[in-house]
């Protein structure tokens, strides 16, 4: 039955070869809406594992790293750094803005460091070296037609364009500023008045000496500040990872929801459509005295000869389709080849295999052989 199935698809190349590309192309949609999602939640756990702290203190209350406010006093820096095993307890802040250029708003996460938190690389220009040097997502430049050492305005305030990076989360781009440049923002431009909405201190990178233990310091630290909690970069990227499953889940599970449900759909349709244009094949195999149950052998292996060739077309359409959005849209990013999203696809595509090939079978059964003696 193996060498049944491979042969009848061979005798029609053709038609084999466009309802692979059919069923390739339900399985790169699979893929692509997967993708996107798997690819968000990676955007999101890289915001905070990139920032390269041993751990993160933040607001009492707070456990997210974005999409929250986190505002520490300035003496809570001093109560950490005074605990054994701290070298150093390195302040950042966030800072959401809106990007206003010719009437186009961009909503902009800044993250404000000194001396850790910076952007994890640069692609293209340099670090932040004066006060108003400022670093932003190539998605940002791409967008706006930015290049480096172009102004970019903050309400009225000019930072100079130093340097490109790529990093985004929660589909916002990320620029990064130091703390000069901060102070000037703040006390030079239009939301000078607005000063005191603003956190100075969001977050602490603590830098730990190797020879401590992680969990006593994040106790000693709970317990000598009050207006701290302290937690490591993954528990912080795990819930980030959570908050964004709440507001992605809903939505792309829905939309992959229908795609299965379509991918069925196709599936039943295609194996049913070439089965009944071979019906006078399965005749001719009945009338030499194929059993049905072979008959049905016969069409599964076929089945899973198409998706064989179906999922490496639809591996090479999705992974196409996401270079070619990340390429003009590299705030949108991919996991194509994430092994969930793969493998769950291939997976999900084995059951429509399975359930296209039950499809057609009533009309096998149904087959009269002596169709196999009539002519065309």
Excluded: C
Aim: hydrophobic share 50%.
């Amino acid at each position: 039955m193996f060498q049944l199935a491979w042969k009848q698809l061979k005798l029609d190349r053709w038609r084999t070869l466009l309802t692979a590309i059919a069923l390739g192309g339900v399985i790169a949609v699979i893929l692509i809406l997967e993708g996107f999602e798997q690819g968000q939640y990676y955007q999101l756990e890289q915001l905070v594992l990139n920032r390269k702290a041993d751990l993160i203190a933040t607001q009492s209350g707070v456990n997210n790293f974005i999409a929250v406010r986190s505002s520490i006093p300035q003496f809570s820096r001093a109560e950490v750094e005074s605990v054994e095993g701290i070298i150093n307890a390195h302040p950042i802040t966030s800072l959401p803005i809106i990007y206003n250029k010719n009437n186009i708003r961009t909503p902009v996460y800044v993250l404000v460091y000194d001396t850790w938190g910076g952007p994890s690389s640069i692609i293209r220009g340099k670090h932040i070296k004066k006060g108003n040097d400022i670093v932003i997502d190539i998605s940002l430049a791409k967008k706006y037609n930015l290049k480096v050492g172009d102004k970019f305005f903050v309400t009225d305030f000019e930072f100079k364009i130093s340097g490109f990076t790529k990093e985004a989360a929660f589909m916002m781009p990320l620029a990064f500023i130091s703390y000069d440049g901060m102070l000037d923002l703040f006390l030079e431009s239009e939301i000078a008045p607005d000063l005191s909405t603003f956190p100075l201190l969001s977050y602490m990178l603590l830098e730990i000496d190797p020879a401590f233990d992680r969990k006593k310091i994040q106790q000693q630290i709970e317990a000598r500040s009050p207006f701290v909690d302290v937690f490591t970069p993954s528990q912080i990227a795990e819930r980030d990872k959570n908050m964004g499953k709440t507001f992605y889940a809903p939505i792309i599970g829905l939309l992959v929801s229908v795609a299965y449900i379509i991918g069925m759909l196709v599936v039943g349709l295609i194996m049913y459509s070439d089965i009944r244009s071979r019906i006078k094949s399965f005749a001719i195999l009945k009338a030499l005295g194929f059993p049905f149950t072979k008959l049905f052998q016969a069409v599964v292996f076929q089945s899973l000869f198409l998706l064989l060739l179906a999922i490496p077309i639809g591996a090479i359409f999705a992974q196409s389709f996401a270079i070619f959005i990340h390429n003009i849209f590299p705030i949108y990013l991919f996991q194509i080849f994430s092994p969930n999203v793969f493998f769950q696809s291939v997976f999900a595509s084995l059951i429509f295999a399975f359930i296209g090939a039950m499809i057609p079978l009533r009309s096998i059964q149904r087959t009269d052989p002596l169709l196999a003696f009539q002519g065309e």
